[in-house]
């Protein structure tokens, strides 16, 4: 499942591919005069690209204390370009042009970033990429704390752990759909055929079979990380979690989580520059090594999600291809 991100991503970079691959999103979709829209966009989808690059490029090689600024923009100039795979007029007002988050402008005294908060505007990018991209909807005014983010990120587990922090995410294996082992059900205070019930209802899962001491689930799309929201994927270990209990689920993809987390430290960067300086040069606390971790799995983990979202794209037209 290990993607290579941004080597996979120049592969659209090509009028030629990205206008026929944009054509066969429009198709599918009804959209009228298709290849028209297509031959519009195909421009814009590579320069959002490009340009969601650029951003990252620049803060592989940027210090601590500019790189939320250069990874929030580069995150939005991505979602954009996914975007215009589904929505071909965006942006068709500038209510959509927005962050669409916004969060506590000033922060309190004893200021911990674990336990700060971000809240989704009705109107903004946010809000339209939930819509359109992952058809998700009654998430305006949902509000999130920054440690149910960051415990939803498996490769932050290490931290988190020695943080002490309480474990949200638990294991599961994946052989021909996803088994999960017949403890779990405890942790949700359910028995296993209410469990069963519980995750048909909730997902798109399955049960397969019932077999000794494991259930199989068929979970279908949400086996791509990139659109999951009740199954989580570890882009380092190669491991797949589900939340650990029925209070753990968030509801969002975790391309989502990333754009909230990172929207928030690209605001403390910019207008909380005394905290976040003496962040950065005095550790004065477990934010410092829980923010740096983060930073660290965003630069890889972002665009591999965004490469995996526009893959499974061409996977549903791939017999249109040749």
């Known amino acids: 499942m290990k ?92 209510s959509v042009l927005a962050h669409g988050v916004t969060s506590r402008k000033r922060k309190k005294q004893h200021y911990r970033f674990s336990k700060d908060e971000v809240k989704i505007q009705r109107n903004g990018l946010c809000m339209h990429v939930l819509k359109h991209l992952f058809h998700l909807n009654g998430l305006e005014d949902e509000r999130f704390t920054m440690i149910h983010l960051l415990s939803k990120i498996p490769e932050m587990s290490h931290i988190l ?15 021909n759909g996803m088994m999960i082992q017949d403890h779990i059900p405890l942790l949700y205070n359910m028995s296993a055929e209410r ?33 999951a929201t009740h199954l989580h994927y570890d882009l380092e270990a190669n491991q797949w979690y589900i939340p650990s209990t029925r209070d753990s689920f968030l509801g969002i993809p975790e391309i989502i989580s990333h754009y909230l987390l990172m929207y928030n430290l690209s605001m403390i960067a910019r207008y909380e520059t005394e905290w ?33 979202l526009l893959e499974e794209k061409t996977k549903k037209t791939s017999s249109k291809w040749n």
């Not at 009028?15 to 026929?20: A, F, M, P």
């Not at 020695?162 to 995410?169: A, G, I």
């Not at 519980?198 to 990139?226: G, I």
């Open 195 to 227: 469990f069963i019930e519980y995750f048909e209802f909730h997902t798109s899962w399955k049960l397969k079979q019932r077999e000794a001491k494991k259930l199989a689930f068929d979970v279908s799309l949400e086996e791509n990380p990139a659109f």
């Open 276 to 308: 976040w300086y003496e962040l950065l040069s005095q550790y004065i606390s477990d934010d410092y090594v829980m923010i740096e971790r983060y930073m660290e799995i965003a630069e890889e983990k972002f665009p591999a999600y965004i490469m995996m």
């Open 161 to 175: 752990e020695f943080q002490k922090q309480p474990s949200t995410l638990v294991k599961v294996e994946k052989d």
């Open 3 to 94: 993607s290579s991100g941004w080597k996979d991503l120049k592969r659209f970079y090509s009028l030629e591919t990205s206008q026929k691959f944009l054509y066969q999103q429009y198709e599918k979709r009804s959209i009228q005069d298709a290849n028209q829209q297509a031959y519009k966009n195909c421009e814009r989808f590579i320069y959002f690209l490009k340009h969601g690059h650029t951003f990252y490029e620049q803060a592989a090689i940027a210090p601590l204390e500019l790189k939320p600024i250069l990874l929030f923009y580069g995150m939005a100039q991505l979602l954009k370009a996914c975007l215009l795979t589904v929505d071909p007029y965006y942006p068709s007002q500038t």
